[in-house]
Structures are given as structure tokens and as C-alpha cells.
């Protein structure tokens, strides 16, 4: 028991004594990876503490990865490395270059002694469960981004209510949680109302809207817009063995769709930005120079990474609407 030392009024939390003490304790060699520590019966009956101020303690070294448990036998020391403050769960759909921005941009800005790891679960529901039940309670933060996947609010009501952060997409079950999000509806309204001057020039607008990966915020503010300012539209599923019509005007969420629209309207000899038009989701680099530019509706990634940073570090439990842009090129 002389690894661990608690002393009374001295304004430190008496399970931030516990950690200090066992942080001191691998500093000094006095514990080494392997080693049992001290029971939670033992450090309760020796200090006078509840089970609960010495639970918290193991628990908090417990998600930073310095320790780790074997029920029926006790709590070891797992790793050495004290200066990681915050061991962070980061689940991403999947990787493209939008969230490898996002990635980037926390990385910049989370700071040291912070360990990230990252997860993807590609859009399978079974994945998303798997991934946070044999993660629950080895991390200091979750940060989850569940898009449009049904079932797993239940998932995540198992981790710790005040750990966890939804991005990019939340829904009235998530609303206990602190987020930074899209708001899909309002972007994709705002976007095209930004650009009505030049969409007055053509006649249809439409949308290519698979609906399995791609936010429903998108296709509700389409039909809000269309309707509102009484444009002549219509919603497909894919682009494929389709003529593009001169007066047309394509929104697209998908890059996939994107390079095949201005195939077809290369092989129709129609000119991009004159004969139809386009407007992209997301901004990416190659949008700025392909096809003489490529106009989009994007939010802004390297910000929502920036305040996903701030969020972890100052423990913020706000809902965040992340700003979105309409980027007007020479495809509109």
C-alpha cells in the first residue's frame, strides 16, 4: 500500500490523489507493466474511502490504457506510458478524402499526450456494435459518427453518457449527446438559394440521390428549394445509360456520379457551364481545376476537425451546426 498516498485538505480530489500515486509509483519503477495493484477493498479499508472514489480512479487509468482489469482477479499495470492523458475512440464511416481532412485537422489541434485511434465502420450496423462494445471503457472520449445507421442508439446509450461526441450527422435520439454536425437540410437549401441568380438559366434540376450513404437532410432541402422557388425537378437513383438534356442542371452528391456526368456530356459534346450545369457536394482540391471548375456546396472539414479539438480539450457539451459555403465555378 506505500505506492499510494492521500492526504486530507489539500484540495485535490481524493481519486486524483489515487492516479497521481500510481502515475509516481510507474515513474519511479516502483510498479512495472504486469504488476498487480493494491485492491480496491485494500485501498478502501486503508485510506477510508468508498468504493466508488477508488473505482473512479482505476477506471479513469483504466481508459487512458495504464491499467487494465481481469475480473475475479484484480487490476495490472498495462503500460508504462503516463503521459497520455486522454485515449480517444474514433469511429469514422469510412475514408475518403472529406474525412481524412476532418482527421487531419483534430490531429493538428488535440495537442500532445493524446492518443487517437481510429476506427471505420463502413456502413454496417453489425460493425458499428461490435466496434463500441469491445471498446467500452478503454477510452477517455468517444467520437462517433453514426450517419444514417438504424439500431445503434441502444449501442451507444452502453458508454458513458458524458465520453462521448457525435460528428457529422445526428438525429433526435442522439440529442443527449454533445455534437458538431451538418446540417444536411439547411446546407443544401442555403447552397442552391446562393446560387438562384444562375440556376434561373436551366430549366430541370436534378438530383442524383442514391440514399443508402448520403445524408435524407440533402434530397428534403432539394424538394424545399425546388419547391419554393417553383423549379422543374426531379430525384434519381444513378446516373447510367442517361442522355443529359441541354437546359439541365445536375446536383451530386457522389464523385462517382460526378466523373460519369461529364463523361456522357463529353461524348453528347455538350459544354459544361453553358449547355447544363453542375453543382457538387463537398469540395475537394481536383473540384477547383477539373473540368474548368466545378462548383460546390461544402461545409467546412479543417474547421470541423479544429472544433472537435476544442470540444475534447475544454469537455464542451454543446450541438454545434458547422458552417457550410456554396463555391461558385464555372460548372453553374
Known amino acids: ?22 502515475e509516481k509509483a510507474i515513474e519511479e519503477e516502483k510498479l512495472i507493466k504486469g504488476d498487480r495493484l493494491p485492491s480496491v477493498n485494500k485501498v478502501c479499508l486503508a485510506f477510508s474511502l468508498s468504493r466508488d472514489t477508488v473505482l473512479l480512479a482505476y477506471d479513469e487509468l483504466k481508459k487512458r490504457g495504464i491499467i487494465y482489469a481481469i475480473p475475479g482477479k484484480g487490476y495490472y499495470v498495462k503500460s508504462v506510458e503516463i503521459t497520455i492523458k486522454q485515449k480517444i475512440f474514433l469511429l469514422f464511416d469510412e475514408l475518403n478524402i ?73 438525429n433526435p435520439d442522439l440529442k443527449a449527446y454533445p455534437a458538431i454536425y451538418q446540417n444536411h437540410q439547411k446546407d443544401i437549401f442555403e447552397g ?21 450513404r448520403e445524408p435524407l437532410g ?31 442542371l445536375y446536383i451530386i452528391p457522389n464523385d462517382r456520379d460526378l466523373v460519369r456526368v461529364i463523361e456522357n456530356a463529353r461524348d453528347q459534346n455538350l459544354k459544361l457551364g453553358s449547355d447544363f450545369g453542375i453543382i457538387s457536394y463537398n469540395e475537394t482540391p481536383l473540384k477547383k481545376i477539373a473540368a474548368n471548375g466545378i462548383t460546390t456546396i461544402s461545409t467546412h472539414f479543417e474547421a470541423m476537425g479544429k472544433i472537435l479539438a476544442e ?22
Open 192 to 212: 442552391l438559394q446562393k446560387g438562384n441568380q444562375r440556376l434561373s438559366k436551366y430549366k430541370k434540376l436534378i438530383l442524383i440521390f442514391p440514399g443508402f
Open 311 to 332: 470540444m475534447v480539450l475544454k469537455n464542451k457539451k454543446e450541438q454545434i451546426e458547422n458552417k457550410s459555403s456554396l463555391i461558385m465555378r464555372n460548372s453553374l
Open 218 to 248: 440533402m434530397k428534403l432541402g432539394f424538394e424545399d428549394f425546388c419547391t419554393e422557388y417553383n423549379f422543374e425537378s426531379e430525384i434519381i437513383t444513378e446516373f447510367t445509360n442517361r442522355e443529359i438534356t441541354a437546359g439541365d
Open 1 to 22: 500500500m506505500n505506492i499510494i498516498s492521500i492526504q486530507n485538505n489539500i484540495g485535490l480530489p481524493k481519486y486524483k490523489q489515487i492516479i497521481l500515486s500510481i
Open 98 to 170: 472529406f474525412k481524412e481532412d476532418i482527421y487531419n485537422s483534430f490531429l493538428n489541434n488535440i495537442g500532445k499526450n493524446v492518443q487517437v485511434d481510429i476506427f471505420f465502420h463502413h456502413f454496417n450496423s453489425q460493425v458499428f456494435q461490435k466496434l463500441l462494445n469491445d471498446s467500452n471503457g478503454n477510452y477517455t472520449k468517444y467520437i462517433l459518427m453514426p450517419t444514417n445507421l438504424q439500431d445503434i442508439v441502444s449501442s451507444i446509450k452502453t458508454l458513458p453518457v458524458g465520453d462521448v461526441i457525435i460528428l457529422d450527422q445526428t
